[in-house]
């Protein structure tokens, strides 16, 4: 059985989008109570992705979907599609989702699809895998016969994906065709990464753009041309921003001069930046920011990097005060949040993953009461309530000056006076997080509960949330600093 984490966007005023628990895309409004099936599980079936238009204040709401490699767009549900592009072909061109390799490593979403604030115009990805080396393995479902999986899988020093961003106007796509914007001159000259992509209005999109070496970030601020109908980005910043409502200055997260990454705000230059949040922790991310309010999340309560609570922070007063909305909700069943904000923030919804049973409720954006639980997961608790769960513990060691946290994995009769074999699940890569207070049941959990083996994980040094020293401890040296530290750690 699986948990169900059930919310995916929330619009405008009192409508939010779910997927029920049968896989039906449904629209429901949260003052009335009523909903209604936008797409049925049958239809969802053969689709790669789903992503609707954000304009829920002009409806009828837009749709675009990616249906074998190629872009459709629907101007609502009922018409018929309007085939955006065609040159998609299985793991050769992607448009609108990404490869393996920015899946997995750069996007970390299914979907490269992005509507503009009002709708008007749709901005999509173009991944190129034709020179890239297929790896296959063997894939062993319910048929006699395993089948044969082919995934383009540059290794390192290999040849990347070649990417391409496009924007449609979404209102009239048949007379204005896609139009590509331009790579950063400084970036577009060697091997790159696109890394993300922000709309700051209709006509104004950021862009960041990164070295494959990694050490130079550019981010690229592009405005539509009505003349030309093209996109211009004249100029160019290093972060990754969150925009405020002037459309000028931003908000971005990025290392203080202690080593930790924060919150600040930019008007002008990154170099007269104004530090928002300070501390020997991380904020992780920007959710939302309104005219009087920043809502973003952190691992500063009670100093454990694996944890993350959702904070507002006041912008319209000085100095700004701040309120941990998660910190003391169901204290002991969750401790690892991600959150959704409606517009304006009237609305947000919190995802509970952890350490407990994962639950998702609404609140009300102003007074942060709880309006309604969205899914609690009382099927799976009630599925789990005669079966032997592993205990989890999660600690730190000091050594050498290094902080290394770690989670075990206990059997459910765990003696420790007893004697039990121990098994080491070693992940180290660069940003990653493996020591989290989420909840989880995998093959360890089997290992732990049924045979009786004690699992460790271990974040060492080159892992994520904990300061840039531990952080870039591994650059340039991979593979060196993570073996030590895992062996470390078991002595």
Known sequence: RSFQVLFSFLFKGQEYLRQSTDNNIVFYNIETGESYTILSNTTMVSLEILLHSNVSHLPPYKWAYVYQNNIYLKQRPEDPPFQITYNGKENKIFNGIPDWVYEEEMLATKYALWWSPNGKFLAYAEFNDTEIPVIAYSYYGDEQYPRTINIPYPKAGAKNPIVRIFIVDATYPEHVGPREVPVPAMIASSDYYFSWLTWVTDERICLQWLKRIQNVSVLSICDFREDWKTWSCPKFFVSTPVFSYDAISYYKIFSDKNGYKHIHYIKDTVENAIQITSGKWEAINIFRVTQDSLFYSSNEFEGYPGRRNIYRISIGSYPPSKKCITCHLRRKRCQYYTASFSDYAKYYALVCYGPGLPISTLHDGHTDQEIKILEENKELENALKNIQLPKEEIKKLEVDDITLWYKMILPPQFDRSKKYPLLIQVYGGPCSQSVRSVFSISWISYLASKEGI??????????????????????????????????????
């Open 454 to 491: 004690v699992i460790a994980l271990v974040d060492g040094r080159g892992t994520a949330f904990q300061g840039d020293k531990l952080l870039y401890a591994v650059y340039r040296k991979l593979g060196v600093y993570e073996v030590e530290d895992q062996i470390t750690a078991v002595r």
